[in-house]
């Protein structure tokens, strides 16, 4: 199993596990993403590629895992989903393009298989 789907099925886990241990914490967060990740003026793709960018300006590793995942899912190019971790990367500075640099290309690795 590669390091991202290590990450995606933990991220799983503890989802559920957060849903039954707290679930007013876990359904208030819950209901904010499915309200800001609903098709409106940008299509999911577009979410997901500027949610892959917050990543990377974050250095949340499982948040990058997760998006560029979805964003590859909704149509995202390779290319595509470096141009947005370009984005990060200029907001985050050093440490966000050691993230990239150390994680996304191999997400990107396993998620093209």
């Known amino acids: 199993m590669g390091n991202l789907e290590e990450i995606l099925v933990k991220r799983k886990k503890n989802r559920d596990r957060l849903e039954k241990e707290a679930p007013d914490l876990f359904n208030g967060f819950n209901e904010l993403m499915k309200h800001y990740y609903k098709e409106s003026a940008l299509d999911l793709k577009q979410k997901e590629l500027i949610a892959v960018g917050a990543a990377v ?43 990239v640099r150390d994680n996304l290309l191999d997400f990107l690795d396993d998620i093209e298989g």
């Open 57 to 99: 300006a974050t250095r949340c590793i499982p948040c990058l895992a997760n998006h560029a995942n979805n964003a590859f899912t909704h149509g995202a190019t390779r290319e595509q989903i470096l141009d947005a971790a370009a984005i990060g990367v200029e907001f985050g500075g050093g440490p966000s393009f050691v993230a």
